[in-house]
Nanobody
């Protein structure tokens, strides 16, 4: 059974930092591209960052230079270090795992709420 459990969210002021974690189980973690998404209230879910199986990151333009995605294949955890947070980063953050054969998992975790006050 696949489980993706996000944690680390909270309420911070603009300019501060947070580190999100996503613990994965039930998958061969190292074989998956890991992705962080976010969904702000009333908006569609959007891809924020992804990290390839060999550790190459990619970011949405809106977070480039502020967010850093990393993975620990020994612990089956993917991280999202978020610095210089802005009010527009406020959203529920989710992780998911992708392979070219399967695509994304259809079920999502509960996510973790990030709220940035101005």
């Amino acid at each position: 059974q696949v489980q993706l459990v996000e944690s680390g969210g909270g309420l911070v002021q603009a300019g501060e930092s947070l580190r999100l974690s996503c613990a994965a189980s039930g998958i061969t973690f190292s074989s998956n591209v890991m992705r962080w998404y976010r969904q702000a209230s009333g908006k569609q879910r959007e891809l924020v960052a992804q990290i390839s199986r060999n550790g190459i990151p990619n970011y949405a333009d809106s977070v480039e230079g502020r967010f850093t995605i990393s993975r620990d294949n020994a612990k089956n955890i993917v991280y999202l270090q978020m610095n210089s947070l802005k009010p527009e980063d406020t959203a529920v953050y989710y992780c998911n795992a992708w392979t070219p054969e399967r695509g994304l998992f259809g079920s999502w975790g509960q996510g973790t709420q990030v709220t940035v006050s101005s």
